[in-house]
């Protein structure tokens, strides 16, 4: 079988909801990372700081982290009005310029995991997780204390 | 000249089509004809360029490279005047016959011109080319108020230019309400809402019916005269009254048109190896269960993809569209998709939370437990998950209250489905 998702098989992070313990480190780690200090104090002072592209839903017991899927059929990428989001053919990750980006929600509307964040604080534009470009293990895996969630080639 | 493939139209639709041809067959010969001579753009985005001063650079829609990286013979600037479906052969403006194996008819829409009495001599303007925007742009140094001719999704977003070049804009809207057909009362008034506080005025319930030129001049405009005698003195006025399928050059006896070209769900047209998608199809509609016309652009590009991979040899089946749209009109963040005006005694569940000083609302629609359509305006975090709800037909009685929650989530799904879409990959 040809690999779907480009040259190599994607990994992706899966969140295993019975380990999810709530605390919203993910959250934290993932601004941190995407702030420009990096510095999570910094990162944090009210008003400056982009909404977190993880995030996690809570009700009773149960709880866990959201963010994008890297879809193989991306119904984001397809829907785009600006061609800001696209699939990148080597990597398989669903990238999004915040440059091109028009602000118009098309690809919050269709995301089937609704893992596309509205930032109208900030820049009138989406955003969502990237897997941290540049990183070995995305900052909300590396940072989750139960690990609950997970990066990995394999589905649950 | 011959090519394997060929598609007519350079925008959304051609472009989806390009990309799945070359994703299946690298080497195939294949040739893009655009009546446009510019670069491929993002036509929504033709409002930034006009109302936020940015450049064409900012709006191509793919890299500038695109066509050469796709190897693509692209013949910018070219009509085509004629299709012969049984000698699977175009003729382009210029005489020039170019032949296919696979054909792909992504013409698009044109604008409708109503016929009242002035439309004929005095220049009136439109609003879905970058050419009707720098065209425009050329104008409005000489033009202080601006007749918008509808109140549609082309006339919403061109008032919102204007009114952000500090211009005065009145859109006249046929029907009682701006956006009618893609809200309902409520979501309407909220947009309306926002429209007024930037300025712009509406004038609903109404139509123009003649257009004055000045005493001196056959071709510039003095005034819109609307169907209770009202008289709009105006600098320019410009049409945005819809999109009606381009199709003058097909061969009505081999290709099978409704309104807009008939598609089955592989887009493919009733003439054999000829194809068609976007705004001047007929294409499968998954909220009513038929084809109609949607010129909407996310649906051109999925549709143009099916296309390109059929094309290439593939079996692939569009999924549908319907009508779905996401907006943004000053500030006001608002997504609408399918059946939103349910006829009244039809069967239809209709469950609302309306919040006016928030400036919020949510409504669904529903039969039989499936969701037809939504609303929601001012927050839309997680929107997509509906819209997958509904697309899917999947059953919500469970847990259809939590929809109306501007905190409904995965966690509100039952646990089969949640742990499905939280495993996607």
Known sequence: ?156 | MNFKYVIIGGSAGGIGAVEAIRENDKAGSLAVISEEPTPQYSRPMISEYLGDGVKLEEIVYRSLQFWEEHAVNILAGRRVVKLDASMKEIILDDGIEIGFEKLLIATGGKPIIPKIEGTDNIEIYTFTTLADAKLLLEKLPNAEHIVVVGGGLIGVSLAEALAKLRKKVTIIELKDRILSLILDADGSALVAEAIERAGVRMITGHSATRILGKDYSDSEVREVVLDDGTELACDLVVFAVGVSPRIEMIDLAYIKVNRGIVVDRFMATSAPDIYACGDVAEAHDFTCGDSRALPLWPLAYIGGRVAGSNMAGLKAEYPGGTQMNALNYFGLPVITVGIVNPPVDSGFEVLTNLRRESRTYRKIVLQNGIITGMILVGKIDGAGIIFDLLKNKVNVKEFKNNILSEDFGLLHLSEPLRRDLLGRN
Not at chain 1, 24 to 35: I, N
Not at chain 1, 145 to 150: A, D, G
């Open chain 1, 1 to 156: 079988m040809n690999a779907p998702d480009g040259g190599s098989v994607l990994k992706r992070i899966y969140a295993r909801e019975e380990y999810c313990i709530g605390c919203r480190l993910c959250e934290v780690h993932c601004v941190t990372q995407h702030s420009q200090s990096k510095d999570i104090v910094k990162a944090h002072r009210r008003g400056f700081s982009a909404p977190s592209r993880v995030r996690v839903q809570e009700q009773g017991p149960l709880s866990f982290a959201v963010q994008c899927r890297h879809c193989r059929e991306p119904a984001c990428v397809y829907s785009c009005l600006s061609g800001a989001m696209s699939k990148d053919p080597l990597t398989g990750r669903v990238i999004h310029d915040a440059n091109r980006c028009l602000g118009c929600w098309t690809c919050v509307m269709v995301c089937p995991v609704g893992a596309i964040v509205p930032d109208v604080k900030t820049r009138k534009i989406t955003s969502k997780c990237d897997l941290c470009e540049g990183l070995e293990i995305p900052a909300c895996v590396q940072n989750c204390p139960n690990r609950s969630l997970v990066f990995q080639e394999a589905p649950l």
